[in-house]
């Protein structure tokens, strides 16, 4: 490549492009599904666990986890929590009304790779069943592909949870292993309270056979990491997604360097194999 067609990629990579809010889903009293789809009528490309940058013009850029799976054609979904001034003006943004899309980024979870033929055990901690949900949704569009899939889902509250239609749908499914829990009950709460680690040992995990695709806050990962080790499950095996605090998104800036690894371009799904030697990662 020379080197005008290179800064001539960059610059393409650093343009947001026009995209439309086609629905808003209120999921919690904090997340909001979003469907878009970019002006252009191209698709997105992405795979599970990769990020887009969001742009809301006049306010600023926000990396969001890509939620649904590439086998969707027409669009994309985004869940996006309210934390901050650009999130906030999102869940602000009405239907038709426009954003900007940088993007897809980021590694993937590798569904395409060692995960095909092993049997999968998702484990989502929180918001962190938004960016897994695209790697669920691939896996039972191709369930054929797959051995057993188990899904782990632990939130703080049962008013935390996402998705309430699908989990109950992947309860029922006789080919889903799902099990879930929550830190607080309340009044109306019937199943699991605990920590999510608490689900590990009663899953029925076949180490040997099994790739874990985890997505969830760092604390999360300390004590799934210590579960999984205690049942054999080797670290090459499991996959982790870290967020950092983001800039370009691709490599330049080096907001999200964690001891010399970019969490925008050599993640954010890591091989836990590949980041034990950086040891401030989880
Ligand atoms: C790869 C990646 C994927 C992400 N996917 C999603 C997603 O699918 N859905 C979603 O809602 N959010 C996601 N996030 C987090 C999201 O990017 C931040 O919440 C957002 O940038 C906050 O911007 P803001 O302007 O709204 O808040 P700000 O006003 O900038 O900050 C508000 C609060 O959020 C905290 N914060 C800001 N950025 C981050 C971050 N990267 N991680 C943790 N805390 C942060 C700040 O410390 C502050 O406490 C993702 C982040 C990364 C890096
Ligand atoms: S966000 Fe700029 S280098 Fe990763």
Wanted: negative net charge; hydrophobic residues 40%; proline residues 5%.
């Amino acid at each position: 490549m020379t080197a005008e067609a290179l800064i001539c990629s960059d610059r393409d990579l650093y343009l947001p492009q026009p995209a439309t809010v086609v629905s808003k889903t209120v999921l919690t009293a904090t997340e909001t599904l979003f469907e878009i789809r970019l002006d252009s009528g191209e698709e997105l490309k992405h795979m599970p666990g990769q990020f887009v940058e969001v742009t809301v013009p006049g306010v600023g850029e926000a990396p969001i986890s890509v939620s649904s799976s590439p086998d969707r054609k027409d669009g994309f979904e985004l869940v996006v929590r309210r934390a901050g001034r650009v999130t906030s003006a999102m869940h602000d943004r009405r239907c038709g009304e426009k954003l900007g899309i940088r993007g897809p980024f980021g590694t993937h979870y590798p569904v395409d790779g060692v995960m095909r033929g092993r049997d999968i055990v998702f484990i989502a901690g929180g918001i962190g069943l938004a960016p897994l949900r695209s790697a669920i949704h691939w896996v039972l569009n191709h369930r054929q592909d797959y051995g057993k899939v188990t899904v782990l889902y632990g939130t703080k509250s049962p008013a935390e949870r996402l998705f309430l239609d699908e989990l109950s749908d992947w309860s029922c499914r006789p080919d889903v292993t799902f099990m879930e829990t929550v830190d607080r009950a309340d009044a109306n709460w019937k199943g699991n309270v605990g920590v999510i680690t608490k689900l590990i040992p009663t899953a029925g995990i076949d180490a040997a056979r099994t790739v874990v695709a985890a997505c969830g806050p760092p604390i999360m990962y300390k004590f799934v990491i210590v579960s999984l080790y205690a049942i054999d499950v080797m670290d090459e095996s499991i996959y982790v997604s870290l967020e950092r605090r983001m800039k370009c998104g691709i490599g330049k800036c080096g907001h999200c360097q964690i001891n010399g690894l970019y969490a925008c371009t050599d993640g954010p799904v890591f091989n836990h194999a590949d980041i034990l030697r950086v040891q401030e990662a989880i």
